[in-house]
Structures are given as structure tokens and as C-alpha cells.
């Protein structure tokens, strides 16, 4: 089930924000203090370690490509990853929440 959670969170941030462009990735989020592409770039990294932790692999760090219109096609290539990796439950269910989390903020 919490594969199936955590796909159906990564879909509903992508249809949330693929559309956007530069100046609304540049706004910050709520709270202020970061800019919606960087939440979501954190948001990409966290699950990147997930996946190379399920994978017991080095974390390694997600490079900050020069357009922010590519974030929602780095999240779903980190959600491909962790899910390939056969992570447990609990890890899946976490990375859904952290989803969530991030597509409340924006």
C-alpha cells in the first residue's frame, strides 16, 4: 500500500507544480525563509537518500540543474529510484508523508 501512496503523492505535487514557471519556482514557500524550488529540491534529496540507503549505496548529492522547471522530473526520477529499491513499508510511508509535507507548503 505505501508504494501506491507514496506514486499517488509524487503524481499530485507534479500536477501542482509541472506547470509553473520560473517566477512562481522563485516565491517563497509558506514560512518564508526558502524558495518553493528549493523545498521541493530538498524534497528530491531526501528521497534520493532513501533510495541509496535502500539500495546500500553512498548518498549522493542530486546536482541543482539551471532550471527549476526540471525539479518535477527529478522527483519522479527519485521516486522511480526508491520504489526499484524495494524499500520496507515504513520507508515508503515516510517518503509519501514527506510528499506531502512539502506539497502543503508550497
Known amino acids: 500500500m505505501s508504494a501506491a501512496e507514496l506514486d499517488r503523492a509524487v503524481t499530485l505535487l507534479v500536477r501542482q507544480v509541472g506547470h509553473w ?7 517563497a514557500a509558506q514560512g518564508g525563509n ?3 524550488a528549493d523545498l ?3 524534497l528530491v534529496q531526501e528521497i534520493a537518500n532513501l533510495a541509496a540507503d535502500a539500495e546500500r549505496q553512498p ?5 541543482r540543474l539551471p532550471s527549476d522547471l ?4 527529478q ?3 527519485v521516486t522511480a529510484d ?3 529499491a524495494n524499500a520496507p513499508e515504513p520507508v515508503l510511508a515516510g517518503a509519501a508523508a514527506a ?3 512539502t506539497r502543503s507548503a508550497l
Open 59 to 63: 548518498r549522493r548529492e542530486v546536482p
Open 70 to 73: 526540471a525539479l518535477p522530473d
Open 99 to 101: 510528499v506531502a509535507r
Open 34 to 36: 526558502v524558495s518553493r
Open 82 to 84: 526508491l520504489l526499484a
Open 21 to 27: 514557471e520560473q517566477p512562481r519556482w522563485s516565491a
Open 75 to 77: 522527483l519522479r526520477v
Open 40 to 42: 521541493v529540491h530538498k
